[in-house]
């Protein structure tokens, strides 16, 4: 069955720092997401991508966060300035859509940021 | 303001049918309602969705109300492996938004 895959699994990083975490959708899926779960909490949208653009945000999505698609088949989630508070599980998800039908998220299995 | 509720936690019995309800009260016309579950840490897996009939596939059915403000998710024959967390998020075609969900355990 055809899976999201999303690297590193584990990433410590230092407060400050910029992270890039990575993730291939599945590859005839169209529309790209982010999400981050803090360690006991709900899982929260970030962001949504489609046709190369993002086409919603949460208020989490600040400037800090950006999205990008830089080949055919990576979509990543870059942080600039890492905080403590930015410590969580970051999934990626991927769907597809075509008229008249509508499908489910498929989600990767996370990469747990740790910022210390 | 969560656009769904769910119970926070329910206990089955292995082998019984386990059913989920979820609450969507203000759900619009176009959204589908969708059900998935969280086993640990692992991402969201999605189990089914439907828009005003109901569904059935290989994991669990999905009963919808006529009316649409709410649904039942079942399924069949609990194992131990279905201990989870389950949601029926809300939203429209450009996300999805998870709430707290209800967290299954099945008891052996």
């Known amino acids: 069955e055809p899976e999201v895959t999303q690297t590193p699994s584990h990433q410590v990083t230092q407060m400050g720092q910029e992270v890039i975490l990575r993730c291939v959708p599945i590859?005839?899926?169209?529309?790209f997401y982010w999400y981050r779960q803090i360690l006991g909490q709900k899982v929260e949208f970030l962001v949504s991508?489609?046709?190369?653009?993002?086409?919603?945000k949460s208020e989490i999505f600040d400037d800090q966060f950006s999205v990008e698609r830089p080949d055919g088949s990576n979509f990543t989630l870059k942080i600039r300035s890492t905080k403590l508070e930015d410590s969580a599980m970051y999934f990626c998800?991927?769907?597809?859509?075509?008229?008249?039908?509508?499908?489910?998220?498929?989600f990767g299995s996370g990469t747990r940021l740790t910022v210390v | 303001d969560a656009k769904t509720t769910q119970p926070p936690s329910m206990d089955c019995a292995e082998g019984r049918a386990a059913n989920l309800p979820c609450n969507h009260s203000t759900i619009s016309g176009n959204e589908y309602v969708y059900w998935y579950r969280q086993i640990h840490s692992q991402g969201p897996q999605y189990i089914i969705h439907g828009l005003k009939n109901n569904e059935t596939n290989e994991m669990a059915s999905l009963i919808i109300t006529e009316d649409r403000k709410s649904s039942t998710l079942i399924l069949p024959h609990a194992t131990l492996r279905d201990t989870a967390v389950y949601y029926c998020p809300w939203g429209g075609a450009n996300n999805l938004f998870f709430g707290t969900g209800t967290r299954l355990t099945v008891i052996p």
């Open positions: 991508f489609y046709n190369n653009e993002i086409s919603e």
């Open positions: 998800a991927s769907r597809d859509q075509r008229t008249g039908r509508t499908y489910g998220y498929t």
């Open positions: 590859s005839n899926h169209l529309y």
